[in-house]
T-cell receptor
Framework: EAQVTQNPRYLITVTGKKLTVTCSQN?????MSWYRQDPGLGLRQIYY???????DKGDVPEGYKVSRKEKRNFPLILESPSPNQTSLYFC?????????????FGAGTRLSVL | EDQVTQSPEALRLQEGESSSLNCSYT??????LFWYRQDPGKGPEFLFT???AGEEKEKERLKATLTKKESFLHITAPKPEDSATYLC???????????FGKGTRLHILP
């Protein structure tokens, strides 16, 4: 079954404690993205990756890092989380960056930073 | 700057009452406009991609249309199971970012 898997689904942490949210896809997709979704602001793209070792900033990259060492994995790293990073996070993937490709989303990670 | 504005923010309809959701956009060279459905607590689910003005796509009770400035998602004779948030997004030719609107929350009353 085609899947984008995020872990954990829920996370409560404290300010400054480094954390990683994992994302894995089993569809051999080239393009992967991270989004955050906040009430009243909608979905905003944090980072995206066109392929292995190729990453680029989205609209709200400050405070986040990503890496793409393998095609299937695209972890999101918060080196020093702050309360304003409390949000619902989604990972997504598509075959490549061309618009004709369907973007598949994970189930989401709800993060609370105290 | 690329931008997507969706209206209305929320819409309540009676079952069977047809209506349209609007997505206005400004983008440097549209490569694709996307519609997604999002149910509470879940990730968005792809519905349609439109590429050029005049294009239309249909799926069950939903029909998406595109002009040079906006897209409409028409819902015909909706059922309660069509209740969800509908998201519009664009991708321009400036880069490979995808810009989403804030969504329209649709509630269909039985």
């Amino acid at each position: 079954e085609a899947q984008v898997t995020q872990n954990p689904r829920y996370l409560i942490t404290v300010t400054g404690k480094k954390l990683t949210v994992t994302c894995s896809q089993n569809m051999n997709h080239e393009y992967m993205s991270w989004y955050r979704q906040d009430p009243g602001l909608g979905l905003r793209q944090i980072y995206y990756s066109m392929n292995v070792e190729v990453t680029d900033k989205g609209d709200v990259p400050e405070g986040y890092k990503v890496s793409r060492k393998e095609k299937r994995n695209f972890p999101l790293i918060l080196e020093s989380p702050s309360p304003n990073q409390t949000s619902l996070y989604f990972c997504a993937s598509s075959f490549n960056h061309r618009p004709g490709n369907i973007q598949y989303f994970g189930a989401g990670t709800r993060l609370s930073v105290l | 700057e690329d931008q997507v504005t969706q209206s209305p923010e929320a819409l309540r309809l009676q079952e069977g009452e047809s209506s349209s959701l609007n997505c206005s956009y400004t983008v440097s060279g549209l490569r694709g406009l996307f519609w997604y459905r999002q149910d509470p607590g879940k990730g968005p689910e792809f519905l349609f991609t439109l590429y050029s003005a005049g294009e239309e796509k249909e799926k069950e009770r939903l029909k998406a249309t595109l002009t040079k400035k906006e897209s409409f998602l028409h819902i015909t004779a909706p059922k309660p199971e069509d209740s969800a948030t509908y998201l519009c997004a664009v991708q321009g030719n400036r880069d490979d970012k995808i810009i989403f609107g804030k969504g329209t929350r649709l509630h269909i009353l039985p």
